[in-house]
């Protein structure tokens, strides 16, 4: 019944995934992540980021996100954050909650991304004074929001930037799968050597049932995590079903071929787009803009998306999932060709 | 390789509830809740409960009790439960974490039970002016942390004398399975017609992977819990698979059978214990006092459980699984036999 | 040792709150707010304002801003505020500490003054879901921060809007002494009748010692303030002596005289400003925009003020007191003459 | 008009303390602490306690007491206190508050005195796992809420163990002058000698208006106490008459000389109270035990004090303040020794 362009987080779960979870599913393990699965996150993610790193699983991004702003983050802290990300818009508070009441200081830039001209203007115009929160993470999304990536030399840039005015580095990783997979670089490329203190790595969205990891590339930031953690009702008992899903995961590549296929099919939609796309696209998310008739009219047609930007903008966002068939695809390629007159 | 008897968290899940999320694991389904499984619920919930019921389901039962709890209890409000409870000894805080600061009284009772007259004394003793924090909220565990049961009688009784006095109740049921199957009633005589305001009612220890429900038995108390829950990070995107596993979980009283095996065997193991026996053993737990020796000798032979009590006091506590094997229990109860010296 | 021009709490108190505080200095009063001076607020507060008010003494205007903003705002709800604001810039995050993670969520509009239109905008661009905090609460600064006052038409209108959209209001009146001295209308046109919530109503600034009052319009919404105003350290034990400030402050127009005396001067050094005058002086503060090289003269001259605006930007703000030496005020509207090049 | 035993937050100030808010009360003082008699409090503190120390006033006990405590205890940590301390009993939650959650364990123990065995059994009740709250904090009172105080041998030992098990110590000093003065010892002897860590310094109690000083013995513990007093609301604006208040309240021995004069006649009335004396009289706190009877025919005769204990147990307790009237012990003396049946 229709197109589901909605979000990924819209799609089922992959095969390999759900078989992972059988197959944890015999016999008896220890609660709460002393078991054979967790004991083996952190060598399998060391393993794929090139260097040392903590992990701890949880089920939801916004778990993932405030957490870790709460673990580097102290209440009269503030978090400097681009005003489409995730955490501002679409978490309910949850960075304030976690942390005790630290202050989102938002950030302007084109197509979602943060530059380090942009973070040192709001430095500059948030001095630091017994008056005032005090600025202490810098929190960045990749992929963003708005479907663009940081390329591994402009994040170093922005993140030696933000070290230089003691910040610490947060990113919010629900689509790093589709960053790696654009990118063609090693994960570490966009992990530790890029200067990145704490990453949320997503799995929901690109074909897990519920796992996400916080993952640390400085082990000594994770000190507390685990009581932070275990207190906001985020350990879960039966942790072995989530660690094997992070497996599953990142075992062959899983994670990295299921984003390709997403990136591919949404390279395909992005040109379909033509003149009426609003911002590169980088990862799984095509945005376009054009008459408000035209939105209501795609969506008449059976295609389900959100709109995007204010009301009556016009703009519309597209999400391309792991197992979103071609023929879905097909179908919106040839409708927004006809939107673009073409 | 030893009998697992530490917690009935170190049992696989039962074959229903993993068909139950491999079949909603096909196709789009909108995320958040927005879901057919999850939309259900309620009605499902209602059926079972026979009074009507808001449900919310979450991952963890920690989040279930700390997110109730924080819906009833203002930040300077104090929240009563019986000292042996998991939220006071094992949840790191999540109550005062979620209720923004309130604080857990402490009553006593034997086997873990509080009465009428335990409520009244202890606010007798915590009399509310401005100066201190305010009475709101009785939690209770059903059945207990030391493995028994309220009676609805009993029930009735104190959840009025909570309701005299001003509180809400709220019912922390990680093993209300067992309760209710023990006591052979029906839900809803220790739900809404024994005074229950909210009930954790729980589905991973008894079967679920992962699956928590919050039921409102006065669904005006619920106004702000979705909030909450998203706040809080407990709002699961792909919630199809926490509703179906609930669902499966209600299928054909699959959660009794389930509690009704492992109290059975329990049961034997009670008889088996004999005189070292501490507590009436009306769930899955069976608590036994023998000496330091001996308990390092049953470990020994490969039982695997937690100490109870004071260090060295030699008490253990042994928790039947849902899946226990007859033959683990067969071993654990000539174990017994042979060290109550017979 | 020059001329100060800071702020006006860095003047002196009254020689009426001091004589105040010395009658009330003998014998025993009850803690707390029990006492004779502290149950007389009630009364003379609604005699002021021409309505029936509840009143609640701090010592701070920081305590009594975020002890407002919390009674009306829940953690998940949003403040919206202009973005010059005291409670955004110079309270390091007290609202969300009191409000347990409230959000501001940050107005624009000329001279720091809110438009319904503005308002409205903010609430479009916010629009509220469960995955979004909610905006509950509009507060606004009477006089405001850049010296200027909202006259009872325009902010019934602004908080019609306020109300319309579900928020309450507040005011942080750090300085209402100065804006209804302005406006030389009766106090009430600004609170009640002007559809003001909650009013922080400051005697600090314009001749106490440390002296506040929550004025509550709506005595209905005061239900948990005292709770919450003791659990954060609020509640004095000797209140009688900030009581007796309060009382005084009130008595035969004091506080409407300080005020006078001081938005009189400053009048005088707006006009001498001239073309350098940044906003409307409807108070007593003054800011002017001229060449660093010009700020830095006036300071080498002895004159003490703030920087305003970004740094280097040639801007600055004089605060005249209650208690101003007229001569001071001679000597700064000559420089500004000077500097105006007249 | 009754004799006034109800608390010695009752009483007046004292005229040296008046004295010096008036002679503050001159010319302009810059704002939030950074004038001349702020800047003298770090030498006079570190004079009287012979060690250096760092100071930050505040203008109530439950402020100084709850940002030590937050200061001390992160929010999954817990605070170990009698269950008789002001912070457990009076403070409506503020210790909860201030630290985003942390837990109070109540320690028992005679006299409302806490030894370092009782502090130990409770470590070993509470073995720290990441499912618990984490003891990180000690507050003791001197001179306790049943009027004791704290040797400094027993003092040292305490501590030494507080220290020995990772645990920071605080001392709510509401009437630590009682105690120093029962004591005839050097301030210091109960400070940083005795392994005190952070003392809330009382002097509202004892003569002042609304003066309490936060006193880090180890000032490296301060570093953030700023922000947290800031964005708690207790950062005064004229912070020279709280400054000026503390130092007349360390000149000349005030503190002590008013202190040694309550203690004296409260030892006369603890004499008096004979066998219905109910704690050793340390300080200026006397607790009877007599009939309910006796207790409402001392009443009637114009005795004004607080019941103690349980409702009905016929406790009662008697301050005596700085300033009281001789002829006021005289009565209460004599009634007493009417009721002792001599």
């Known amino acids: ?16 995934i759900l078989a992972a ?30 260097s040392e790193v903590r992990v701890f699983p949880v089920a939801t991004g916004t778990a993932a996100n405030a957490l870790a702003l709460a673990t580097l983050t102290p209440p009269w802290g503030a978090i400097l954050a681009h005003r489409e990300a995730h955490i501002v818009r679409d978490e309910c508070g949850a960075p304030e909650h976690m942390s005790g009441g630290a202050r989102l200081l938002l950030l302007d830039g084109p197509d979602a991304l943060v530059t380090p001209a942009e973070l040192r203007r ?12 005090q600025p ?26 933000a070290h ?28 530790a050597a890029a200067g990145v203190d704490v990453l949320s790595f997503g799995a929901t969205k690109n074909g897990a049932l519920a796992a996400e990891a916080v993952v640390f590339f400085d082990p000594a930031l994770a000190a507390d995590f685990e009581l932070r953690r275990k207190r906001a009702g985020h350990l879960l008992s039966k942790m072995r079903y989530v660690s094997a899903q992070l497996l599953a995961y990142l075992q062959e590549d899983l994670w990295l071929r ?15 787009a033509g003149a009426l796309r ?46 979103q068939p071609e023929a879905d695809v097909d179908a919106l390629c040839a409708a927004l060709r006809a939107l673009d007159g073409r």
Chains 1, 2, 3, 4 share one sequence.
């Open 122 to 133: 709001a430095l500059d115009d948030n001095p630091a004074t017994v008056h005032t929160v």
């Open 136 to 161: 202490r993470t810098l929190s960045i999304t990749q992929a963003t929001e708005l479907g663009t990536v940081y390329r591994p030399g402009p994040l170093r840039d922005l993140t030696a930037a």
């Open 21 to 50: 979870i059988a197959s944890a599913n015999h016999g008896y393990a220890s609660g709460y992540g002393d078991d054979a699965w967790t004991e083996r996150l952190d060598r399998e993610f060391s393993r794929v980021f090139g």
């Open 258 to 272: 299921n984003a390709r296929r997403a990136n591919l099919l949404a390279a395909r939609v992005a040109a379909a």
């Open 164 to 191: 230089a005015a003691g910040l610490r580095v947060h990113v919010d990783g629900a689509r790093f799968a589709n960053a790696v997979a654009f990118l063609g670089c090693k994960p570490g490329e966009l992990g």
């Open 278 to 323: 609003l911002h590169p696209v980088e990862a799984n998310e095509i945005f376009i803009r054009t008459t408000p008739e035209r939105i209501a009219a795609l969506r008449a047609r059976g295609f389900q998306f959100y709109d995007a930007g204010a009301a009556g903008s016009g703009q519309a966002r597209f999400v391309v999932s792991w197992n």
């Open 1 to 16: 019944m229709g197109y589901y362009f909605k979000s990924d987080n819209t799609a089922a779960a992959c095969d390999e």
